[in-house]
Each structure stands twice: as structure tokens, then as C-alpha cells.
């Protein structure tokens, strides 16, 4: 793996943009998380990295992995914790809305 030091933010609980520096001027790139997510910590054995706090998002549904590392222990454990939590979100809403459209379509039957 080509690994570059970029800093990564969450916007929105959806969002998770990245930037070549802390400053936040260039704009890397964008990826959008989703329910079909998942996070994952990544043994050091498992890819060669320049951190040993290593973690994943992999994407069920686009079957894709992005690798990510942390500065600390402690900044691994807080980033997984955060992201699994928004995909919970992510997940919760879209059943919600599931539900509330499988409500809307048998109401329409009955009348």
C-alpha cells in the first residue's frame, strides 16, 4: 500500500472527508458512509503501515476497504467507536424509514 499522511473528518455523522493537511485548504477526497458499513481494527501483521493502530471501513454493498491509521491507541479506539456509532444511526434511520413505508403502502391498500 502507498500510505500519505492525510487528516480525516466526519461531517454530518455521513461524511468523512479527508485533506493533505491540518490546515483543511485541499481537499482530498470524500467518501460517504452508509449503513452497509463496517469497522474494523486491523492487526499490525495483517497490511504493512506506518502506525501499528491500524483500522478498516469496509463497505458490504460496494465490497470495498479503506485502511486507516491512528496516532495513538486511545485515537484508534476513539475513532472506531464514533464511526460504528453513526453507522448505527445510518442503519436505524433507514429502517425507520422502511418501516414507515411499508406503513404508507398498507394504508393505501386498505382504502
Known sequence: MNWKRRYFILVD??????YTDTSRTVL???????????????????????????????????????????????????WIEMLKENINELEQHRISRLR?????YDGSRIQ
Open 13 to 18: 455523522g455521513v461524511n468523512f472527508e479527508y
Open 28 to 78: 482530498k477526497g470524500k467518501y460517504c458512509l452508509s449503513a452497509c458499513c463496517e469497522v474494523k481494527i486491523v492487526p499490525r501483521s495483517s497490511t504493512s503501515g506506518p502506525t501499528e493502530f491500524l483500522f478498516s471501513i469496509e463497505d458490504k454493498r460496494l465490497k470495498t476497504s479503506n485502511y486507516l491509521g491512528a496516532d495513538t491507541e486511545e485515537d484508534r479506539i476513539q
Open 100 to 104: 414507515k413505508t411499508e406503513t404508507e
